[in-house]
Structures are given as structure tokens and as C-alpha cells.
């Protein structure tokens, strides 16, 4: 299944540190096309951090990374715009690359925001700016698409809708995806690779293989690890399920 | 009526806001004005050395603001003194010295107030082909650099992950202010440039709703300004740099009534 041609970005013991302390260190993973591989961990354990070198936004870094293309969607955690400028989501949506009506017009419906088109980026609520940033960043049909906690503040049935969005863009693309999440339950069904992290890389694997690591539940305790292979289990359902929406 | 040097000055005007109507809007977004000032304190440095050895002023003013501007990148990485007191330091030394190196010129002819101020009288033909020369290159640049320049100042991390390479961008943009206070100063004056860059750029502000609607009306607010403030210049014999700077807070004034209006229409 691996062939070399197919991974999109690969760290090698990669690491970063900001004033002489490590955000992350000694990460070794890759993302591949049509696959979904999701960082998991608690706060500060190094999930945004590991993006941001797999992204190229971190240089000084510490090991390699290894970017096999250019064609990158980012959905950042933490998004500050200024607004001295006058942005309205039309003109966002062209940030970094220039599409036609049709294609915005797509992104914005599949996240369900195509009513906010000609509105000012700054008069948005919380979930609305989330459901635009996720629109720009599959507007471009990316080859890889980096998605740092993508669903926060979105209503719930809204998450479901985009998580399965999320996988339904991966399969139709055939694009890798790095997701960073918390919610365990929404995402573990549709993620081929788990990395868990604490600083380091705690363990990775199958979602199932992850659940049953000791580490896993010493750091999520056994709640969490009943979920994941609880999902693991209900995996037929949610291709049943992702079939319906295709239909539509 | 019109006499030629007046003409002049009037191309020269028009030539220059055209190129620091979209300047001037990278400058309020990307909160650049003490940074224009600085490059500007330090033109007098370049008009001073462009006097001693009678070299052409525009191209001194560019080397000196281009130096002075990498200085400052420099003493950003080397430095933890905060961005504002580096940029004063670097504005007031340069005027320093600049002032000082006028004092050993004794023997030339100094027209200080008009190269604080701007003087109309003193554009020439080769002026108004560096301007439009110049400024024609300046939006080329930026029209090439706009993407990842626009993409950065609105989120640099966007632009930097999806590789757009804003590093590169803001390094060329800032040789762009550069030139443009190069090619401005004679007819602005230094002490007066950046207002000619921000104060069209903040009015375009006030009555935009998208950034290119902003970028045409802050170029449209710099030629309303230029053309009533050479006029009012003629007519009151005023110098030509604070003329052109009161007429643009004249239209600043205009678009808060428009601001004012659309808050009582929301309501």
C-alpha cells in the first residue's frame, strides 16, 4: 500500500523547541494520498506544533522534513486577522489562490455557508469563520490538507456533517489529511492512522492497535480507549452512512 | 494662467498618487506608518549626500532608505529592543547626521524648508521621468508580489503553509517604500511623505467594503488631493507638500460623514 510515490509529507524525528524548551520532539510520521492520519494528546502535548513543522512554517527544526508538494490546505487553530482591512469572505476564499465563481461557490455550500458569500470576514460568529476556513482550505483541492481542530465552535449536528465532509474530500480527492482532534468519537471511525502524542510520540498505529496500547490509556484513561475500539467496531455504519450523502 | 512648472508639478502629483495610493494601503494594514517616517527622516541623509557629490537625488534617497531599512531587519534579530524604539532610534539618528553633514556643505545653497516641505518650483523634466519611470516599475513589483503580500499581511501562517513565501514578499515591499520616498520627495517633501501615504489610504478606509475597492479609492483620494492642494498651493503660495497633505484631511473629514451616515442607516 505504501509506495514511496504516494506519501505527500514525512518527518523524520522531527522536533521544535522555542526558548531552549521542546514543544515536540523525535516525531516520525507520514501523511499519504487518500489516507487520513489524525494526532491525538492532550494540551500542549505538541499537536499544532507537529503541524506547523510538517507545514514548513517552523524552519529551524530539529531532524527532517520531507514535502512532497505544494498543493497544501491549512486550517490553523488560532487565526488572528487584523481587521484594518476591509475582507469580505469572497476575497478570503482567494487568499492564496485564485479560483473561479463556481469552484468558491461549491466550497461554501458543501460547509453549508454559501448564504455569507459578499459579509464581512470580521462579522462572522465563532462556528461561521470555522466552517469558511475549512471551505477555502478544499476550495483549491488540495493534495494534502492539514486541519488543526477543524469543527470547533460549529454546532454539533454541523460537526458530524463536516467530519463526514472531511472524508468524503479525502476519498473524492484522494488527498492526505493531517487532522488534529479531541473528539475521539467523531473522528476515530474515518481515520486510517492515529498518532498519539505527549511531547514525543506516545504510540501510533490503527486506531484499534492505539486503543489497546497501555501508554494510550494511561494518558486518555480507559473511557477513552473503550471508544475508539467501539467505533472501531461501528466502522461498517459509517460507510453506510457516507454512502446516503453521496447519493444526494 | 498655468504656467509650465506648475504643469510640472501637476504630472509629477498625479504620478505619485497613483503609486502611494496602493502603498498607502499595505502601510495602514500592515501598520507600517513609523516605519514610512523612519525611511523618511532618513532621505535627508540621502538628499545631503546626493548634494555633496552631486549625484542624482532620487537614487541617493533610495540606497540611503534601502540601507537604513535592512539596518533595522538586522537590529530586529540581533536586538531585544522593542520594534518602535529601533525604528526611532534609526529616524532620528539619520536625521542627525543628515543635518549635520548639511552644516559641512556650506558652500551649496541649501533650500531646507523645501526639502522638508516640497517645492513645486523645484520639479524638473527628469524629475517627472524618474517619478513615472519609477513609479511604473513600483506597481509592476508590487503587482507581482501582491498575492503573497496581501496573503501575509491578512494571515502569515496561511501563506506561509500553503507556500506563497512571504518572507521574500515583505522584503521586496520594503525596498518598494523605499523607492517610492525616493521618487516622492521633492514633491511631498520628507517630512510629509508618509501622511501622503496613509492619509488617502485611511479615508479609502472609512467608505470600502472590499480591499481593491480600497486600493482605487485611496488612489482616487491621493489625485483629488494633489490636484486641489497644487491649486490651493498657486493660489495662497503655500508650499506644495503641506497644501496636497491639508487637502487629503480635508477628504479624510468627508469620509467620516459617510462613516456617520451608514451608522444611522444600521440603526
Not at chain 2, 79 to 84: A, E, Q, R, Y
Not at chain 2, 155 to 169: F, Q, V
Request: proline share 3%; charged share 15%; aromatic share 8%.
Amino acid at each position: 500500500m505504501s509506495s514511496s510515490q504516494n506519501i505527500l509529507v514525512k518527518l523524520n524525528e522531527a522536533g521544535f523547541s522555542l526558548n531552549n524548551k521542546w514543544l515536540v520532539k523525535g516525531v516520525s510520521l507520514q501523511v499519504e494520498k487518500g489516507k487520513i492520519v489524525t494526532l491525538i494528546g492532550p494540551n500542549g502535548s505538541g499537536k499544532s506544533t507537529t503541524a506547523k513543522i510538517a507545514l514548513g512554517i517552523y524552519k529551524k527544526i530539529d531532524g527532517e522534513v520531507e514535502k512532497y508538494t505544494n498543493k497544501v490546505g491549512y486550517v490553523p487553530q488560532k487565526i488572528s486577522i487584523d481587521w484594518t482591512l476591509p475582507l469580505r469572505v469572497n476575497d478570503f476564499m482567494v487568499l492564496t489562490e485564485n479560483l473561479n465563481k463556481e469552484t468558491i461557490d461549491e466550497a461554501l455550500s458543501l460547509t453549508g455557508v454559501i448564504h455569507l458569500k459578499d459579509k464581512n470576514l470580521g462579522d462572522l460568529s465563532g462556528g461561521e469563520f470555522q466552517r469558511v476556513l475549512l471551505a477555502r482550505a478544499i476550495s483549491k483541492k488540495p493534495e494534502l490538507l492539514v486541519l488543526d481542530e477543524p469543527v470547533q465552535g460549529v454546532d454539533f449536528t454541523g460537526e458530524i456533517a463536516l467530519y463526514e465532509l472531511i472524508k468524503k474530500i479525502s476519498d473524492e480527492l484522494n488527498c492526505g489529511i493531517l487532522l488534529i482532534s479531541h473528539d475521539l468519537h467523531t473522528v476515530m471511525s474515518a481515520t486510517d492512522h492515529v498518532v498519539c502524542l505527549n511531547g514525543h510520540v506516545c504510540c501510533s498505529g490503527s486506531p484499534m492497535d492505539v486503543a489497546k496500547n497501555n501508554e494510550y490509556k494511561a494518558l486518555f484513561g480507559e473511557q477513552a480507549s473503550q471508544i475508539l475500539s467501539r467505533y472501531e467496531h461501528r466502522h461498517d455504519h459509517v460507510h453506510t452512512s457516507e454512502g446516503e450523502i453521496k447519493k444526494n | 494662467m498655468l504656467d509650465d512648472f506648475f504643469i510640472r508639478a501637476l504630472i509629477a502629483g498625479i504620478g505619485v498618487a497613483i503609486v502611494t495610493g496602493p502603498l498607502g494601503c499595505f502601510v495602514v494594514w500592515r501598520r507600517l506608518s513609523y516605519f514610512g517616517d523612519t525611511l523618511a527622516h532618513s532621505a535627508l541623509l540621502g538628499v545631503t549626500l546626493a548634494y555633496s557629490m552631486e549625484f542624482n537625488i532620487a537614487f541617493s534617497v533610495f540606497i540611503i532608505s534601502s540601507l537604513i531599512a535592512l539596518t533595522l531587519i538586522q537590529l530586529q534579530k540581533r536586538t531585544n529592543l522593542p520594534g518602535d524604539a529601533l525604528l526611532g532610534l534609526l529616524a532620528h539618528s539619520s536625521l542627525a547626521v543628515g543635518l549635520v553633514v548639511i552644516g559641512f556643505l556650506s558652500f551649496i545653497r541649501f533650500d531646507i524648508m523645501g526639502l522638508l516641505f516640497g517645492d513645486i518650483l523645484a520639479v524638473t523634466v527628469d524629475d517627472l521621468l524618474i517619478i513615472w519611470i519609477g513609479g511604473a516599475l513600483i506597481l509592476l513589483v508590487l503587482k507581482l508580489i501582491w498575492k503573497p503580500l496581501f496573503a501575509s499581511t491578512v494571515n502569515y501562517e496561511l501563506a506561509e503553509a500553503e507556500g506563497l513565501n512571504p518572507d521574500r514578499a515583505k522584503a521586496i515591499f520594503t525596498i518598494l517604500m523605499a523607492a517610492i520616498i525616493a521618487i516622492s520627495i521633492k514633491m511631498v517633501g520628507l517630512l510629509l511623505i508618509t501622511g501622503m501615504l496613509i492619509i488617502p489610504a485611511a479615508m479609502a478606509r472609512n467608505i470600502s467594503s472590499s480591499p481593491q475597492k480600497m486600493v482605487i479609492y485611496s488612489i482616487i483620494g491621493g489625485l483629488l488631493s494633489v490636484i486641489l492642494g497644487l491649486f490651493s498651493s498657486l493660489e495662497f503660495n503655500t508650499a506644495s507638500g503641506p497644501s496636497i497633505i491639508a487637502a487629503s484631511l480635508f477628504l479624510f473629514i468627508l469620509s467620516l460623514l459617510n462613516i456617520k451616515q451608514s451608522i444611522k442607516l444600521k440603526n
